[in-house]
């Protein structure tokens, strides 16, 4: 059995970890010295010794480590592993049965009771992210456990543990047999290219799913549509696929555009009759806005920070001035879809950035809907940051 470290727990925080709070956050130790190797696992105490829960010392970002178990006789073996991921699968039957969805998430850390570990499905491959160095010490009980729980063609890995999660770059590949890339994967029948095996990024991000449908389904049809930040135009397919006239998609990276080329053409739409734009979303909407063009829909999906050669942009600061400058780039009656995956502010504080985008153009407008986390990205209500997803539709009223 393996030595278990003990934590000594804040008494102010106890009661949280006994309600089932998953993450041992820095503040909430009381004696942070014991904390030697990340991958040791750490029994829970408060000041009276007494038994709180069991869990790993791993540092991820503010974490210290997740919490797996509040029961004093389980033991962090494989066998926890295992039935945390088999019951994982149960709850992903309708995703294994859904023909026209083979790419979906399979288990999604702590919202599936084993934080700092991610698994996706793509057409019976898989790819496990190791959220820290801690957890990943429990690799060879995790693909055990994998293997023993799913029928998989190949596995890949993504190690984001460097300093505050930073992809770390080499041969993802780990067991099974390799996939031939681009693997082609359907979402509510559309079709993504992936490349499991080429950074940190496979193509596509599978938490957007019922938003792309809903674009598709029931927003694109005879709009125009821009598409900012726009990665591999996943967006723009979805559009483009619900009868949009013209999508426009506008992406700093130069990768975007043979990736955005590629996700229209394995859908059999004709790039060319789209527009693919490389370059800085705020260089571009001044070149927009000099030009008048407008659009009858805009989608915003920037990431939580970037810096570009030009501009930086934080989401926590900056996204009420993305709103604003986008309001000026929507027709009347026009829609704008928002959203972030920012963890550092929540539904109400994004509401208000939306409020205030539109007081500083002067302009009214209405919530038509909102979206978070799909369910295959389970969360639990004891930890409400990992539900870190908010999508906004916002229609902009005439005059
Ligand atoms: N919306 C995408 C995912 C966005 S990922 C989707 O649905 O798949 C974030 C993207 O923003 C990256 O592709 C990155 O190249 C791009 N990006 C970051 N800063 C940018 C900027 N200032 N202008 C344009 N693109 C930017």
């Given at each position: 059995m393996n030595k278990e470290i003990q934590v000594m727990i804040k008494s102010k925080f106890v009661k949280k970890f006994k309600q089932g709070y998953p993450l041992l956050f820095?503040?909430?130790?009381?004696?942070?010295?014991?904390?030697?190797?990340?991958g040791e696992v750490i029994r829970l105490i408060d000041e009276q010794r007494n038994f709180i829960g069991k869990g790993y010392f791993g540092k991820q970002n503010k974490g210290f480590g997740w919490v797996l178990?509040?029961?004093?006789?389980?033991?962090?073996?494989q066998a926890l592993f295992e039935r945390k991921l088999s019951l994982a699968v149960k709850k992903r039957k309708k995703f294994f049965d859904d023909?026209?969805?083979?790419?979906?998430?399979l288990f999604n850390g702590e919202g599936d009771g084993i934080g700092g570990l991610t698994i996706d499905h793509f057409e019976g491959y898989y790819v496990i992210t190791w959220y820290s160095e801690g957890i990943y010490k429990f690799k060879e009980e995790i693909l055990k456990s994998v293997s023993n729980v799913v029928d998989y063609k190949g596995i890949y890995q993504k190690k984001?543990?460097?300093?505050?999660g930073q992809y770390i770059e080499e041969d993802d590949f780990v067991m099974g047999e390799q996939a031939e890339f681009p693997l082609i994967v359907k979402e509510n029948g559309i079709k993504f290219a992936t490349y499991l095996?080429?950074?940190?990024?496979?193509?596509?991000?599978?938490?957007?799913r019922e938003v792309r449908k809903r674009i598709r389904d029931y927003?694109?049809?005879?709009k125009s549509v821009l598409n900012t930040f726009?990665?591999?135009g996943a967006f723009s397919v979805a559009a483009a696929l619900g009868g949009a006239t013209k999508t426009t998609s506008v992406d700093v990276a130069k990768r975007s555009l043979s990736k955005t080329i590629e996700q229209f053409s394995v859908n059999e739409i004709?790039?060319?009759?789209q527009q693919i734009i490389v370059e800085d979303v705020f260089q571009y909407y001044k070149y927009a806005g000099k030009k008048h063009h407008k659009f009858d829909m805009v989608i915003l999906d920037p990431p939580s920070f970037a810096r570009t050669k030009k501009t930086t942009f934080s989401a926590a600061k900056d996204y009420p001035k993305l709103l604003a400058q986008s309001i000026d780039l929507t027709n009347d009656n026009g829609v704008i879809v928002a959203s972030t995956n920012c963890s550092a502010f929540d539904m109400k504080k994004f509401k208000a950035f939306i409020q205030q985008a539109f007081k500083s153009r002067n302009k009214k407008y209405s919530i038509l809907e909102e979206y978070s986390l799909p369910e295959d990205f389970r969360t639990i209500p004891q930890y409400?940051?990992?539900?870190?997803l908010k999508v906004v539709f916002i229609k902009v009223q005439k005059g």
């Open positions: 820095q503040d909430s130790i009381a004696n942070p010295h014991v904390l030697q190797k990340e178990t509040t029961n004093e006789n389980e033991q962090l073996d023909k026209d969805t083979t790419a979906f998430r984001r543990f460097a300093g505050k095996n080429d950074g940190a990024m496979v193509g596509v991000f599978l938490d957007q927003y694109a049809n005879g726009s990665y591999t004709d790039y060319e009759s409400k940051e990992g539900d870190y």
